[in-house]
Structure formats: C-alpha cells, structure tokens
C-alpha cells in the first residue's frame, strides 16, 4: 500500500461521534437508508475455494457462488480449463473485497502491561469525492489517553491515517470497535478488534500448602511494600481433599510451553489420566474441562504428526532421527489417552507400539548399561500397559541384571514381573534405599552420561517407584512418607519441570485413588488478624473446594497480620495461601544461576534507526528493520537449553520461512551454510519465531559462548516494556539465567 498522508483533523460536533459511529441511528455500511445501524465486521476468516469440476453452459460460461469474509482484500481467482484429451487453457484474474469508505485499524499482536503506543487506524476513501468522516473509538480493557474521536478530511481516492495514543493498564484481552461515517453522505464502515494483554513480566508468586487435623494452623503475612495494588491478591483456598494441593502442578502442566515430543507426550500423560478429577483443581487460571479436552486432542494431532516411518518420535520436527526414550513416552502418553477416552489413531499406536517391542535394536548410540536397561524396562512397563504383557522378556531381564538396575528401571519392571521371590526382593531393595527422615523418604541414582539421554531426575524416580510401590505393595509404611517428601520438595507449588510433574503427578492420582476414603464432616474458618474472611461446612467424600480472595490492595492496608485457619469436626483439611503480586518498578535486574544472558538492538538499514540512551532506554524509528542479537554464555556443559526473548509489541519478526516475508538480510556476524543459513549448520536443534516472542533449543549445549539473532521490524509508535530475555535448562530449570528488562521507544 502506499504510505499514509498525515491526518488534518478537527473535533467532531459534540454528541455526533455518538450517535452517528455507534448508536443503532446511524447510517449503513456502504450507503442506504438513514437510521440503519452500522454493520460491524468481524469475520475475517481466511477464504480459500477449491471447486474440481464445474461444467459449463453452451455459451462456454459457469457460475460460482462465493461468500466473502469482511475482509477488505484483494483475492486471486485462477481457472483452468479442459475439453476432452487435448484442448486445455487456463487464465487468472483478481478480485477486490471494498466499501466506499474503509477503516483498517492497525493494531499490534500483543501488549505487555505498562505499554502505551499510538493505535493507527486507517481511513481510505474509494469514491471520486473527498469525504469528511467521523471517526470514532471504543475500547474495553485498554484506556484511551486521547480523545475517543475526531473528524477528518479524506481526499478523493486517498487514505488518512489517524493514531489514538492508548495504554494498556491491565492485564487479560483489550478489545476495541473502530467506526468512520461520512458526514455528508450515506458511507459508514465499522470493525472489531481483539489483543492479548499479557501478565506483567515481572510478576511473582508464592504458594505455601499445610494441613490440619485438630485445632488451627497460623500463618504469618508480611504485608506487601513496592507492588502495584491493583493486581494479584491473597487466595485462601480449603478442602477436604489433598488433590487441591496439585493446583500449581496442574498449572505448570497445562501451560508449559514447549512442543517437543516429549513435551507432548507429558502433557497428555498427565492431563489424560487426570480428566476425571479436573474439577478438583479449580484455581485461577486453570482451563475449563472441555478447553482442556481440546488442549489434549490437539497435542495428540501434534504428537501424531511427528512419528517418523519406522514408528518413533524424533524431538522437534518429522524426519530427524528419531529418539528411543521419546518414542516410549509417546506411546505411554497414546495408551492413557486411548484409555480414557481420546481418541487416537490405531495406525499410530501400531507403529509405536512394534518399535519399542525391538527398543534394544534402537539403543542411541554409545549409551551405557544402566540407560540401556531403563529403556528395556520402560518399553516392558508401556507394553504391559497397552495389553502386550511380556512377562518372558522382563523375568529375563530381570534374571541377567536384577539389583544392579537404578531404581526407576527396576520400578518400570516390577509391575510386569510374574515372580514372588522377585517381589520381596524389590520391595526390600526399596526400603533399604531409601533415604528416611521422620515424614518424608525420597530415592537417589545416578545415570552419569546416560541421564540426559531419558531425561533422568531423581524427584521423577520418587514419582515412579511411588507408583510401583502402590500397585506391587499398597500396605508399604514406605508410601505416605514418599507422598509426603514429594509434596514437600515443590518449589512454587510444583516440581522442576515438566518430566516430574508428569511422573508424580501420574503417581499421586494412584495415591489419591488407592487411600483417601474419609468421610469428613467438619467447618473451616479463616481469619486475616481480627478480620474473619468466611467458612464452609464440608460434609461427605468430596472433591469441594472454598476459594476467598483478599485483593493486594487490602493486604497492603491491613499491614502484617496473621492468617488463622482452623477446622470444628471430623476429617483432615487441607489448605493453599497462593499470594501474587507485580513489583511496581516492572523491572528486573540481570541474574546468572548457570547462564549469562544479554541483549542488544542493531540498526540493519540505517546507522540512525536505533539508539540508547545512558539509562539503557533504546529508542527505534518507526517502520525501521532491527536485528535482535542474544549472546548466551553457558558456564559449563548443558543440557536441554532453551532461550527466550520475548519482543516489545511495537516490533513484528520477520520470519524468513514464510514465502510473504521481504528479504531478510544475512547477520553479519553468521556465517551462511546454504539457504537455510538462519536455521541449519547453528547451534540450535529448533527456533520458534512468534508473535510474541523468539525461541532457540538445543539437546546439548557444550560449555561457551552462544550468538542468536533474529529480524523485526518496528510497526507501532509507543514506549514498550520488554521481558528480560532469559535461558534456562529445560529439565532443570534452577539452572538459569536472565537478562535485565528493557524500555523500548518506537518513534517517527
């Protein structure tokens, strides 16, 4: 399109904008009878039509009804021809999707708390007539420094940009509706708008969890100093039930964010074998079923198109070799979803399942012996799972390794084993190793090199000897000491990532399903200091939970008091302080626990496109190109990397995949190895380029100094807070770091 001319504009009649942009008086789209409201475009679906055989008339002429979105666009319209085996033509032809008068408002992808930016709205008039038109605002969820209208002139055949300066001042989706009438005639046009408000970046949080069997539990509370009062709060939550405890758990599940296989794979595990009791985990933020249903059936298509030919699942994209542990996850995270209801493809599964029956023949390459039997045991236990019990293969197994196994391999085993003298030995193995304190046990091994080719974690070994002790031995003393140890070792509410939380997660259900058949009947009360906060009266095995919400603003004037909690009655309550809160500053300072994280901003065009300033603001010129260039130091050999950087919302990446995307140029500081110079030959297995934010893995990562760059272009004026970028190993997220927050100006 060619570049917008600045707006003349003048202040609308008072009322005009009102009555004529918005009330059900105002004129119709595209002319007709004064008094008619209106009409609002909202559907801006993509249209593709494909018609394989249309015949034609005797004059050589065919018809074809199509419904257009409301999008005002340009369409591509191509036909080809054919009369018997030798006469064919074909010819294309464009179609243009317009109204008299348009408004194209320009909005970016996304918002960060804190943003302001001037939203531009474009006005285009079609006729041979210059118009005076009424433009006009509504927003929900984004305030409007500005007036909400104005009214400006619009040459014939011309366009008018006009910008109204708004903040994002809390978080969720904003929404607004832009409206234009010409003054003077009968032209009107009207379209919607929606756009994630994201959390702020800096955003914490603390959760702390108890139990009460007689009397009252008290629970200290410093009040909040530097936090901004309109958001976050105190949730008191209380239950007769320990599965309010996985709120967190279920949380981190349900939003991790990476779509590797085994990433998947745990996703499905988890929320699969918990779809019966995912009422018991109301909690802010969480999905409702149905939403999480439709989560789970999309991560099964995604799972499903990774599978290779010979049946296994590689980690980030079809075709690259695929991995031995991966493909056993897979097939165990398919059998759960198939036996709880999803539906998953036979042909799939099939497959899967012939490849981990021969897992030996697919061993990687220079794997030691401790992970080779984990991946045999695994295999036996998933096949056992889905109907294929090799009791043979795993008395052999047993026969040839027995103790020497770690303790999760033989955990996996267990179960599929037909041998009682078999089963005390196991059942004595555990209880002499595991490490006891008055109410927790946990388990430690080691895998040395091999860990990081299953993804090994000593909080996942817990989980998964937890699970074997209670199907092989319910009656052990050992059990609710582990449930305790794995309850108390979260940081946050959860565990390190997301192989834990699966695995334990898995585990608990069996633990809740096997022990919790009280029958409570007793009253909860809550007290912060003098001030009582509510009750519930629990009667009856229920998965009942009372949540209370103390806003932020409360707790900075109540100052430092005591939660109280006490329960009257029979049974066990069980109860979660989660308190949330977002430091006023929005800022965060650099941290190194593993990784040294640093970003800059490159001019790409032009020298002068982009600045900073000695407090570190950077400062870009509007519809410029920038290079985001990331360095990484990693201190020593890691595993299972990811970086993040998420964009300021004036900027959009350029991604080089797409056939849409203008020439992006080659860094510099790269040095190309083909085409596919910005994705092959680097030291990352998989990036991802989003709306929001840009993301590079790797398997393995030796220790040194990483560089990752990427395109944007800025697209919207305003002063944008950028997330610090920030590394992280993915299984062990406590190995981390993180660059400071930025300020970002996008400026004519």
């Known amino acids: 399109t060619d570049a917008a001319v600045a707006p003349t504009s003048t202040a609308a009649p008072s009322g005009r904008l009102a009555s004529a942009a ?58 080809v021809a054919v009369n018997g085996a030798d006469h064919f033509g074909s010819t294309e032809a464009n179609l243009t999707a317009r109204l008299p008068l348009m408004v194209r408002p320009s909005a970016p992808r996304f918002a960060n708390f804190g943003d302001t930016f001037e939203l531009p709205v474009v006005v285009q008039n079609q006729t041979d007539q210059a118009m005076d038109v009424d433009l006009a605002l509504q927003t929900a969820n984004l305030r409007l420094d500005g007036p909400a209208g104005t ?13 109204f300066p708004v903040s994002a001042d809390q978080a969720g989706t904003a929404r607004f509706r832009v409206a234009a009438v010409n003054v003077n005639g009968n032209e009107a046009d009207a379209t919607t708008v929606e756009l994630p408000v994201y959390t702020p970046a800096t955003t914490e949080a603390f959760a702390t969890y108890g139990v009460i069997d007689d009397g009252a539990a008290i629970q200290p509370l410093v009040a909040p100093t530097g936090v901004i009062p309109q958001f976050g709060g105190l949730d008191i ?22 779509d590797s296989s085994d990433g998947y794979a745990s996703r499905i595990m988890a929320i699969a074998a918990l779809r019966k009791v995912l009422d018991a985990f109301d909690a802010p933020g969480l999905p409702s079923a149905d939403t999480i249903d439709a989560a789970v059936a999309r991560d099964i298509a995604g799972l499903v198109g990774l599978q290779n030919d010979d049946g296994g699942f590689p980690y980030w994209d079809r075709g690259r070799p695929s991995e031995a542990y991966n493909t056993i996850q897979a097939v165990h995270a398919l059998v759960l979803a198939r036996d709880n209801g999803y539906t998953v493809p036979a042909q799939t599964l099939a497959m899967a399942l012939a490849y981990i029956t021969d897992i030996e023949s697919h061993f990687p390459a220079g794997i030691g012996q401790q992970g080779r039997d984990a991946l045999s045991s695994y295999a036996l236990n998933v096949r056992a799972l889905a109907g294929d019990r090799d009791t043979a293969k795993a008395a052999s197994l047993w026969s040839s390794r027995g103790t020497d196994m770690t303790l999760d391999a033989i955990a996996w085993l267990w179960p599929v084993l037909d041998d009682p003298a078999a089963d005390t030995t196991i059942e004595r193995l555990f209880t002499n190793r595991a490490v006891e304190t008055a109410g927790a046990a946990n388990f430690a091994t080691d895998y040395g090199d091999d860990a990081s080719l299953i993804l090994h974690s000593d909080r996942r070994t817990d989980g998964i ?15 609710p000491k582990v449930v305790a140890g794995l309850l108390g070792g979260r940081t946050a509410g959860r565990w390190d990532n997301i192989q834990e939380n699966s695995f334990i997660l898995l585990a608990l259900k069996r633990y809740f399903d096997t022990y919790e058949n009280q029958d409570p009947a007793f009253v909860a009360r809550v007290w912060l200091g003098d001030r009582y906060a509510g009750d519930h009266q629990f009667t009856g095995r229920s998965i009942d939970r009372v949540r209370m919400t103390i806003p932020t603003s409360d707790l900075v004037t109540a100052g430092n008091a005591n939660i109280a909690i006490s329960k009257e009655g029979t049974g066990r309550l069980y109860y979660r302080l989660g308190l949330r809160y977002a430091p006023s500053s929005l800022t965060l300072e650099a941290l190194d626990r593993g990784f040294v994280v640093e970003r800059t901003y490159e001019a790409v065009d032009h020298p002068t496109d982009v600045s900073r300033d000695a407090d570190g603001t950077w400062h870009i010129r509007a519809g410029a190109k920038v290079r985001v260039r990331l360095t990484m130091i990693a ?45 092959y030959g680097t030291w990352f297995d998989h990036q991802n380029l989003k709306d929001d934010r840009a993301e590079a893995f790797s398997a393995l990562l030796p220790a040194g100094t990483y560089d990752y760059s990427y395109v944007a272009r800025a697209t919207t004026p305003g002063k944008f807070v950028t997330p610090p970028t920030r590394a992280e190993e993915i299984y062990s997220p406590e190995t981390f770091g993180r660059g400071s927050t930025a300020k970002v100006i996008v400026e004519e």
């Open 465 to 479: 000897v937890l699970d074997a002790l209670i199907a092989k031995r319910p009656q052990s003393d050992l059990i």
């Open 237 to 258: 939550t209380t239950s007769s039930t320990s599965l309010q405890a996985l709120t967190d758990a279920v949380l981190y599940i349900t939003q991790y964010p990476y």
């Open 22 to 79: 918005f009330d059900a008086s105002a004129k119709s789209v595209g002319g007709g009878d004064a008094g008619a409201p209106i009409g609002v475009r909202t559907n801006f679906d993509a249209l593709a039509l494909y018609e394989p055989s249309v015949i034609t008339d005797a004059a050589g002429k065919a018809t074809i009804d199509v419904t257009l979105p409301d999008s005002l666009t340009r369409y591509r319209v191509m036909v």
């Open 151 to 163: 009214r400006i002139n619009v040459p014939a055949n011309d366009r008018v940009e006009v910008r």
């Open 635 to 679: 201190e020593s050999q890691r595993t299972h990397v990811a970086l993040i950087d998420p964009l300021p919302a004036g900027l959009e990446i350029l991604n080089p995949a797409l056939a849409t995307t203008p020439d992006v140029p080659a860094d510099p500081a790269a040095a190309p190895t083909g085409a596919d110079w910005w994705w």
